[in-house]
């Protein structure tokens, strides 16, 4: 068993196995949504005002590093799409999978890879409703992630001057590890490990997202940081153009070791902090007076920055200010 090919078993008896496990963790009240999930498409309860809807895909060549594991490619298929969900201010409920597999994988690896993702959606307290499974020449995996919120959904384009500006976690980590998987380096195993896993088994600001759905009027718009900080503050400045944002770069959390890591690669440290990305956590701006209201509670929410006037980006290190340049990731573009 350890050694069968998914090719042995066809697509018939893959869905079959996913849902058998799937169906083991589901205990929906309403039998008629739980029975959907067999059918050729899946019924949502939907009693709040909007239902949130997003979409990803990752490919195996370019979003899978050699070292991960199909169990941590299904947990990530996860976190990417819900973080989409947790960035309109949403309660993530569901999510669709569709996989394209080579049919030379191995039942083991497949059956991993759908740990993976069924772990993840215990995890995220979310249902796998449905999804697709075809051969391909790689893995492919795509999601979509469905989600509900009432009036409390937090759009992009209501920034106010003075607003702070707030990340939920540390940045630099996913970088830093791509360098310490591909390139020899003499940093100490421990900490090796927790930043290679920053990139390899991403987590989601669950209680942060639950936090801000408590304070509605605490924030003022909120996105995740998938594509890098300058790119993502570019994308608030495009549907902002009025207000600057103005960064501090002291005031930027990160874990220490890839300080190390960036001098090993000949690399400035706000390449990893600014230009990279894949870090799912969210970038905030909030009310000031809401935010010294509720400071007390708010755990590891850390303000980077402020809102002005000045209709620019700009980065305040060493007491200089410079423009960041709106600089990341991008798919179908060349460097």
Same mark, same amino acid.
């Given at each position: 068993m350890k050694d069968k090919l998914? !090719?042995?078993? =066809?697509? $018939?008896k893959l869905i079959q196995i996913l849902l058998e496990k799937r169906d083991s963790m589901v205990d929906d009240a309403d039998k008629k #949504? $739980?029975? !959907?999930y067999h059918d050729d498409a899946a019924l949502i309860n939907n009693s709040s005002k909007y239902t949130v809807i997003s979409t990803d895909m990752l490919i195996q060549h370019s979003h899978f590093p050699k070292t991960m594991t199909p169990y941590q490619m299904g947990e990530k298929i996860v976190t990417v799409n819900v973080s989409d969900i947790l960035a309109m201010n949403a309660t993530p409920t569901s999510i669709l999978v569709s996989m394209g597999l080579p049919p030379e994988m191995k039942l083991e690896e497949y059956e991993r890879l759908t +740990?993976? &993702?069924l772990d993840k959606c215990r995890e995220y307290e979310i249902t796998l409703i449905g999804g697709d499974l075809n051969q391909n020449t790689e893995i492919i995996l795509s999601g979509t992630s469905v =989600? *509900? #919120?009432d009036d409390k959904v937090k759009l992009q384009t209501d920034i106010k001057e003075n607003d702070l500006i707030a990340i939920t976690g540390e940045l630099g980590g996913p970088a830093a590890a791509l360098d310490l998987i591909y390139n020899k380096s003499d940093i100490c195993e421990d900490e090796k490990i927790n930043v290679i896993k920053s990139l390899l088994?991403? +987590?989601l600001? &669950?209680?942060?997202a639950g936090m801000l759905r408590k304070y509605p009027d605490l924030t003022t718009s909120i996105t995740d940081i998938t594509d890098g900080l300058a790119v993502e503050l570019g994308h608030l400045h495009d549907k902002n153009s009025s207000i600057g944002f103005e960064i501090n770069y +002291?005031? &930027?959390p990160y874990n220490k070791t890839i300080e190390k890591v960036a001098k090993i690669n000949n690399k400035e440290l706000t390449e990893y902090l600014l230009h990279f990305g894949e870090e799912f956590e969210l970038l905030l701006t909030l009310d000031e007076k809401e935010f010294h $209201? *509720?400071?007390d509670e708010l755990e590891n929410l850390h303000i980077i920055g402020k809102c002005n006037n000045s209709g620019k980006i700009t980065l305040i290190k060493d007491d200089i200010r410079e423009s960041i340049a709106n600089r990341g990731y991008e798919h179908l573009k060349d460097d």
């Open positions: 998914i !090719s042995e078993l =066809g697509e $018939k #949504v $739980k029975n !959907s +740990d993976g &993702i =989600g *509900h #919120v088994e991403p +987590d600001p &669950i209680k942060q +002291d005031m &930027i $209201k *509720h400071e």
